[in-house]
């Protein structure tokens, strides 16, 4: 399954990383065009220091991030680089976090993209993620492809979407192929969000959350992605859903059999608690107050009155 769905990421992203003919615009060139549109429209932003002085590069930023970098057939890397210097971006301006392989690289990488100098970072969330700050002049994002893990678009998203990005909105883009594995790759990050967000919710009403890795889920996603018919694709999608809403029509009906033996451990609690009280009434009754002038005591024969003696 791993296998089927690499190649169908790969597939999703351009028919040319799998050996085949492109023969329509694949979503990367689509991107690819977003990414030079942005690039000619927001070149003479200008941009202040803390100070307030004007700095001396103009121009927004963008990331591009793909978990994808080349097959034996086809490098998306170069081929982003070249289709945009084709257009008219500079070479200058285009910069790939792989090359900047030690941590003083990356630190003069990282300024001169918050400078302007570098307008354009392409990386995986891997090595462009959590703690990569590079959001001074950030203006679009864009997931080219996204893993299995929910918390890494959340990151991506992170290096924009923070304090000390000069920008008063950020557009996000993700890049999806109608009728693909891109499906596939967005319902299992919603699955996991879904069960995360339940946990982080405090949901106890939510005894278990579905397992997008077990073995009926795996062979529908293949049957699906190998069926090229959408209609397929979206039968697994159902299926998954019915298999969710029977797991919480379970977890409901084991709640309420919890509630069941609640309310009888409490109505037994209540019937000693009423006899608890019997005693204790009885008790009050010979209750005598102890406080200031009301003490007494006696210690064999002898009375006292006075606490300290």
Excluded at 161 to 181: D, F, H, M, Q
């Amino acid at each position: 399954i791993l296998v089927v769905i690499t190649d169908g990421k790969k597939a999703a992203i351009d028919l040319r990383l799998v050996g085949r003919t492109q023969s329509t615009p694949s979503k990367l060139d689509v991107m690819i065009g977003k990414v030079y549109e942005e690039w000619k429209d927001t070149k003479d932003v200008v941009y202040y220091d803390s100070t307030g002085q004007q700095e001396p590069v103009t121009g927004s930023t963008q990331l591009i991030f793909t978990e994808l970098r080349k097959t034996e057939y086809f490098d998306i890397y170069d081929h982003i680089k070249t289709s945009l210097i084709a257009s008219g971006v500079p070479v200058e301006q285009i910069a790939f976090i792989q090359d900047y392989n030690t941590s003083k690289k990356k630190a003069k990488l990282f300024r001169d993209f918050n400078s302007g100098k570098i307008r354009i970072l392409l990386g995986g969330s891997q090595n462009l993620g959590t703690g990569t700050n590079v959001q001074a002049r950030g203006s679009m994002l864009h997931h080219l492809d996204l893993d299995y893990l929910p918390a890494n678009i959340i990151q991506r998203e992170g290096r924009y979407i923070r304090s000390g990005n000069k920008n008063t909105e950020v557009l996000l883009i993700a890049y999806a192929t109608e009728g693909t594995v891109d499906a596939t790759m967005w319902q299992i990050n919603e699955s996991k969000q879904r069960m995360v967000d339940q946990a982080m919710g405090g949901n106890l009403d939510i005894d278990s959350v579905d397992d997008v890795s077990d073995t009926v889920n795996q062979m529908a996603m293949a049957k699906a992605l190998a069926s090229g018919n959408p209609l397929v694709l979206e039968q697994a999608g159902l299926a998954s859903e019915v298999q969710k809403l029977e797991s919480l029509r379970s977890a409901f009906y084991d709640q309420k059999f919890k509630n069941r033996r609640v309310s009888e451990d409490l109505t037994q609690s209540i019937a000693r608690s009423d006899g608890d009280l019997v005693i204790a009434q009885a008790l009050s009754k010979l209750y005598k107050p102890t406080t200031g002038k009301s003490f007494a005591g006696m210690v064999n024969k002898s009375q006292y009155t006075d606490r300290k003696d």
